[in-house]
Each structure stands twice: as C-alpha cells, then as structure tokens.
C-alpha cells in the first residue's frame, strides 16, 4: 500500500486533526530518544550522510549523487549506500547509473561490504534518524517550498525529529526553486548560528528536447509535485492537466491507459519527471516524454573545500 502524505502536514499552522495526534507524537519521540545511543565512528572508511528531517521531497539523490561526483573528481573511490525498500528502485536505479551502489536491507551490512571492497567513502542516501552509525559528515535537506510544513514532528506533521535537532549536524541543503529562502534561512540560524548552509536550485537539462507550443499533460510520483510544477511553469511549459500519484508510485498498464488516454481527449503530449520515467515499464514508457533535471549549487566552490576540511 502507497503512503500519501496527509495534506494538512503542510497547513502553515497545525489543524484539529494535527493536535488529535500529539500524544502518538509524544510516544514516537520518546521510542526516538531511547534509540540516541550512536555507535563510535568507524575510521576503516569515511562516512556521509545526505538526510532530511522532513519526510520526503527534499532533494537527497540528486544530492548525493551531486557529492559524489565532487569526491570522484578529488579522486576518491565512492560508495553510495541506500537502505533497500522495494517501493524504492526509482531512487535506487537513479544512484547506481551514477556511481557504485550498495542497497541492503541493514545500513551497517552494506557499510561492512564498503570496508570489504575498500572503498575511501561511503556516501548514505538518507539515514540521519539511523542511530546504529555514527557519521563523519551529516547534511539535512531542506525543499524552501514546503520547508518544516505545520512545523509537528510524526505522524501530527511530517518532521521525523524536532527542528530544533539541526544543532545535531553539519551542514544544511536549501534546494527548490529559490522561495522563501531568506525565512528558512533566519530559522535554521537562531537554532544553530554557525551552520553551514548551501543553496541549490532545480534546472531542467534536457528543456529544449520539449515543444513549448505543445500542450502537455503531466504526471507525477514524486515526493514534492509542486516543485515540479512550478520549475515548468518558469520554463513557459504549457500544461493542460497535472497529474498527483503518490511518492515512488507503481504504474501498471491502466494508470499509463489512462493517462494517454486523457492526454487525447485534451490533444496534448505526456511529460513526467525521470524518476516517474525509470518506475514505468519499457512499453509504457512509448510516447512519453521525460524531463530530467539537475540541481545546481549556487556556492559548489564552498562546498568543495568544506567537504575537502571535512573529510
């Protein structure tokens, strides 16, 4: 069964129902601070982690997959590893057409296997709630766009620790399409004043592959949709209908059926992000259109030599 994100999560102020659920908050974070008990730091192999606090949406692939091509060009040997859920191949396949990936069902397994394989780096695609490591670099990702949603940790709202917890990492993750930056900003600092922060935004790489005087009809699985939908915006896409799924969503033959046949009726052309495009099947993906899209850091030469002191 697909998870679809409660929508009064990003309520700017928490609603009855959020309050409703405070005291199953309350026993999630006590079971939260009973698991605090961090392993020391294994020196057999550098460690990052590229986390979010709130669930989903937040850019951590695009990111790792963006450290991990800083470290390669510095000319270390590099490891993604993902905690493996089956509902998860997109993340997955996106990780290993860009770089070694180990995907098990234990974070500490596939970190052993790292130290097997001799690996300088091991580079974690999400895993800052899993206390069982103890990381040499944590990133937390942030999309500006929905940032903290009504602010409540789970299941009240979509945090899967307090705000308040950023003073526990290293540096932060602005990415979106560039709102409200300034506001999270000023939060992320009164809670910790000196951490590092960087700016990435979304930019598509393959835009002029798209006619923009076709209409489009646009799907979406993904865990933050309305950043999809505004970078297209920008970019003077005409969209006649935009489709929601649930995050890492399953299409099988009638979801695409449906889907082109609506795109018919309305006589406009299919579009959907890569991550929607690599779930599909090689026969559905036939007279789909695919825009892939790159984050680009706004300070990369910041980040290069902070991730060269760090690691």
């Known amino acids: 069964?697909?998870?679809?994100?409660?929508?009064?999560?990003?309520?700017?102020?928490?609603?009855?129902?959020?309050?409703?659920?405070?005291?199953i908050t309350w026993v999630f974070l006590l079971i939260?601070?009973?698991?605090?008990?961090?392993?020391?730091?294994?020196?057999?192999?550098?460690?990052?982690?590229?986390?979010?606090?709130?669930?989903?949406?937040?850019?951590?692939?695009?990111?790792?997959?963006?450290?991990?091509?800083?470290l390669k060009k510095l000319k270390f040997k590099t490891v993604f590893i993902k905690k493996y859920y089956a509902d998860q191949f997109d993340e997955q396949k996106l990780l290993?057409?860009?770089?070694?990936?180990?995907c098990y069902k234990n974070r500490i397994n596939a970190l052993n296997q790292a130290i097997k394989k001799k690996n300088d780096i091991a580079i974690f695609d999400d895993g800052l709630q899993d206390y069982s490591i103890n990381y040499h670099l944590s990133f937390v990702c942030f999309n500006t766009q929905n940032w903290i949603g009504n602010g409540l940790v789970?299941?009240?709202?979509?945090?899967?620790?307090?705000?308040?917890?950023?003073?526990?990492?290293?540096?932060?993750?602005?990415?979106?399409?560039?709102?409200?930056?300034?506001?999270?900003?000023?939060?992320?600092?009164?809670?910790?004043?000196?951490?590092?922060?960087?700016?990435?935004?979304?930019?598509?790489?393959?835009?002029?592959?798209l006619n923009k005087k076709e209409n489009y009809l646009v799907f979406?699985?993904?865990?933050?949709?309305?950043?999809?939908?505004?970078?297209?915006?920008?970019?003077?896409?005409?969209?006649k209908e935009f489709l929601i799924y649930?995050?890492?969503?399953?299409?099988?033959?009638?979801?695409?059926?449906?889907?082109?046949?609506?795109?018919?009726?309305?006589?406009?052309?299919?579009?959907?992000?890569?991550?929607?495009?690599?779930?599909?099947?090689l026969v559905n993906k036939k007279n789909i259109n695919v825009l892939k899209v790159k984050l680009k850091i706004k300070n990369e030469k910041k980040l290069i030599q902070f991730l060269k002191d760090r690691i």
């Open 246 to 281: 649930p995050d890492h969503y399953s299409y099988n033959n009638k979801d695409i059926k449906n889907i082109t046949n609506q795109a018919k009726n309305i006589d406009a052309k299919i579009l959907t992000t890569e991550k929607d495009y690599n779930r599909l099947s």
């Open 154 to 209: 789970l299941p009240s709202g979509p945090l899967r620790e307090k705000l308040i917890n950023i003073k526990n990492y290293d540096a932060i993750f602005l990415n979106g399409n560039g709102e409200n930056t300034a506001k999270v900003k000023r939060k992320i600092r009164y809670y910790k004043r000196t951490i590092k922060i960087f700016d990435a935004q979304y930019f598509p790489s393959n835009i002029d592959q």
């Open 32 to 70: 939260c601070k009973f698991k605090k008990n961090k392993k020391s730091k294994d020196e057999n192999i550098k460690t990052i982690c590229v986390g979010n606090i709130y669930l989903g949406g937040t850019g951590k692939t695009p990111i790792s997959i963006m450290i991990n091509e800083i």
């Open 220 to 239: 979406s699985g993904i865990g933050s949709p309305n950043t999809f939908l505004t970078m297209l915006k920008k970019n003077k896409i005409k969209i």
């Open 96 to 102: 290993s057409y860009n770089g070694k990936l180990l």
């Open 1 to 23: 069964m697909k998870f679809v994100k409660p929508k009064f999560w990003d309520k700017k102020k928490p609603t009855l129902i959020a309050y409703f659920l405070m005291p």
